[in-house]
C-alpha cells in the first residue's frame, strides 16, 4: 500500500506561482497512475490534473479546462514524487489540494485508492 504525503501550499497572490509535491512511501509511484484533485470549502473534490505511469515529456498529461495552460503534472519516478507547478495562480483556484494513486488514469476520483491528507492552497486577490 502506498503512503502519499503533499507539501509546498501556501498563501499566495493572484498571478503568483506555487509547487507541490507529493512524496510516496511504500511502492514506487511508478506502480501506478498519479492524479491531482482539489476542494474548495463548500464544494465537491474536483479533478486537476493526472498523469500516466510512464508519461514522456510533453505527453500522457491529463487537465481540468479550469487550470490548462497554467498547471503543469509532472512526476520523478526514480524517487517517487509528483508535481504539481501551478502558475497564474487565481482567487478560484483555492482549495485543498489532494494527490492520489490509481491503477488506471482517470479524471473520476473514484478511481483512485490512495490519497494523500491535503496540502492548502489559498490565492489572495
Known amino acids: 500500500q502506498v503512503q502519499l504525503v503533499e507539501s509546498g501550499g501556501g498563501l499566495v497572490q493572484a498571478g503568483g506561482s506555487l509547487r507541490l509535491s507529493c512524496a510516496a512511501s511504500?511502492?514506487?509511484?511508478?506502480?501506478?497512475?498519479m492524479g491531482w484533485f482539489r476542494q474548495a470549502p463548500g464544494k465537491g473534490r474536483e479533478f486537476v490534473a493526472a498523469?500516466?505511469?510512464?508519461?514522456?515529456?510533453?505527453?500522457?498529461?491529463n487537465y481540468a479546462d479550469s487550470v490548462k495552460g497554467r498547471f503543469t503534472i509532472s512526476r520523478d519516478n526514480a524517487n517517487s514524487t509528483l508535481y504539481l507547478q501551478m502558475n497564474s495562480l487565481k482567487p478560484e483556484d483555492t482549495a485543498v489540494y489532494y494527490c492520489?494513486?490509481?491503477?488506471?488514469?482517470?479524471?473520476?476520483?473514484?478511481?483512485?485508492?490512495?490519497w494523500g491528507q491535503g496540502t492548502q492552497v489559498t490565492v489572495s486577490s
Open positions: 492520489a494513486a490509481s491503477d488506471v488514469t482517470s479524471r473520476y476520483s473514484d478511481r483512485y485508492d490512495y
Open positions: 511504500g511502492p514506487t509511484i511508478s506502480s501506478y497512475a
Open positions: 498523469i500516466r505511469r510512464s508519461a514522456w515529456s510533453g505527453g500522457g498529461t
